[in-house]
C-alpha cells in the first residue's frame, strides 16, 4: 500500500499561471477530499468525490478553482489563473467512507505564488 | 455544523514529562472525535478516535483522549512524551453521515525539548 500520493511536492509559479495538483488514492478507496491548509484558517475542505462523482464543492473558494476525477486512481485540482493568496498547502485525502476505516492523507503539495 | 477550539496554539514540554493538549467542540448532533497528528513536511495521520463506547480511548504512540459529553471536551493525554513526539496535533469532529462533516481545529504545536 502505498498510500495516497500527490504530486508535486512543491510548486512556485507567478501570479496568473495554471496551476494543477495531482491525487492518486488509494486503491479501493471511493472517496476522495481535496483540502487546503494555511496558518489563518487552518484545515479547509475544498471539494469531495465518491465514485469519481463530485458531490459537494461549496468549499471550493472561486471560480478560477476547478478538481477532476476522470477514473478511480487520480484526481486533479486546478487553479486559473493564480493568485498570490492562493498560496497555502493543499492535502488530497482517501478513504472508504466507512468511520472504521480511517481517512489517509498525502503529503501535500507546497503552492507558493508569486 | 460542528466547531472546534484547541486552546492551545502551541505547548512545550520536557522530555519525559507528561501532556494534555486541550480540545473542545460544539455541536448541536451527535459525534464523533478525532486526533490526528503531522509531522513536518507530512500529511495528517489519525492517532485515535471516539465513536461510541468507553470515553476512554486509547491510540497508537501512547496516547489516549477522554471525551466528556458534559463538558464537551476531547482532551489528548500522553504520560511522558519523547523528542519523537514533537508536532502539530489536530483535533476533529463530524457528524455521523460521513469525513466530509469533518471539521479540524486549528491545531496544537506540540514542542518536546531535551
Known amino acids: 500500500d502505498a498510500g495516497v500520493i500527490q504530486s508535486p511536492r512543491h510548486e512556485v509559479t507567478e501570479m496568473g499561471q495554471e496551476v494543477t495538483l495531482r491525487c492518486k488514492p488509494i486503491?479501493?478507496?471511493?472517496?476522495l477530499f481535496w483540502y487546503r491548509q494555511t496558518m489563518m484558517r487552518g484545515l479547509e475542505l475544498l471539494i469531495y468525490?465518491?465514485?469519481?462523482?463530485?458531490?459537494?464543492d461549496s468549499g471550493m473558494p472561486e471560480d478560477r478553482f476547478s478538481a477532476k476525477m476522470p477514473n478511480a486512481s487520480f484526481s486533479t485540482l486546478k487553479i486559473q489563473p493564480s493568485e498570490p493568496r492562493d498560496s497555502a498547502v493543499y492535502f488530497c485525502?482517501?478513504?472508504?467512507?466507512?468511520?472504521?476505516?480511517?481517512?489517509?492523507f498525502g503529503n501535500g503539495t507546497r503552492l507558493t505564488v508569486t | 455544523a460542528q466547531s472546534v477550539t484547541q486552546l492551545d496554539s502551541q505547548v512545550p514540554v520536557f522530555e519525559e514529562a507528561p501532556v494534555e493538549l486541550r480540545c473542545n467542540y460544539s455541536?448541536?448532533?451527535?459525534?464523533?472525535l478525532f486526533w490526528y497528528v503531522q509531522y513536518p513536511n507530512q500529511g495528517l495521520q489519525l492517532l485515535l478516535k471516539?465513536?461510541?463506547?468507553?470515553?476512554l480511548v486509547k491510540g497508537i504512540n501512547g496516547f489516549e483522549a477522554e471525551f466528556n459529553k458534559s463538558q464537551t471536551s476531547f482532551h489528548l493525554r500522553k504520560p511522558s512524551v519523547h523528542i519523537s513526539d514533537t508536532a502539530e496535533y489536530f483535533c476533529?469532529?463530524?457528524?455521523?453521515?460521513?469525513?466530509?462533516?469533518?471539521?479540524f481545529g486549528k491545531g496544537t504545536m506540540l514542542l518536546v525539548s531535551p
Open positions: 476533529a469532529v463530524s457528524d455521523l453521515s460521513g469525513y466530509s462533516t469533518l471539521t
Open positions: 486503491s479501493g478507496h471511493d472517496y
Open positions: 455541536s448541536s448532533v451527535s459525534v464523533y
Open positions: 468525490f465518491n465514485n469519481n462523482v463530485p458531490i459537494d
Open positions: 471516539y465513536l461510541s463506547g468507553s470515553t
Open positions: 485525502a482517501s478513504s472508504i467512507g466507512d468511520y472504521n476505516s480511517p481517512l489517509h
